[in-house]
């Protein structure tokens, strides 16, 4: 499984995010995956259309899954239930 | 343009809008959208992932349409983007 065009958003500001897929497409690669989980969900969108909006108009937004996962923390017993998204992007 | 399946997340709790996306099928829609802009886009996606995961497992998720819109408020000189997302239920 291969993550080298795979970005994680998580809790950095916005254009971290943008930045980091800005260079993988500029370092040779058609697709870029977006993925993220929980409330980081809206800073993915957020990223994309940043990208799309202000540096790269060209780029094609593929396909967007969204889906759950099962975390299981030390502090709880039970497992949690956190939403995820992937937005697939290419040029 | 007819709103009567479209459920717009806001800040109430998740199972709110799980009800208003259930009581809008029980009545005979085929098809539900559910929007939402900002940080509620993420409240979105679990919405769906409720509905899915606990209460309509058959439940099918059609196109996702992530967008940005413009934003002007009385208080901001400037208009602010703001993310978008539109997802599609469909049984």
Redesign the interface.
Request: aromatic share 0%.
């Given at each position: 499984m291969s993550r080298s065009n795979t970005v994680f958003i998580g809790r950095k500001p916005v254009l971290n995010y943008v930045l980091a897929c800005m260079t993988l497409f500029k370092s040779g690669q058609e697709e870029v995956l977006v993925k993220a989980r929980?409330?980081?969900?809206?800073t993915a969108?957020?990223v994309?259309?940043v990208i799309r909006?202000r540096f790269m108009p060209e780029l094609k937004?593929g396909e967007?899954i969204?889906?759950?996962e099962e975390l299981t923390s030390p502090d709880r017993n039970q497992p949690t239930?956190v939403?995820?998204?992937e937005?697939k992007l290419h040029r």
């Open positions: 929980g409330r980081s969900i809206s969108v957020d994309v259309e909006g937004v967007i969204i889906g759950t239930n939403s995820t998204i937005i």
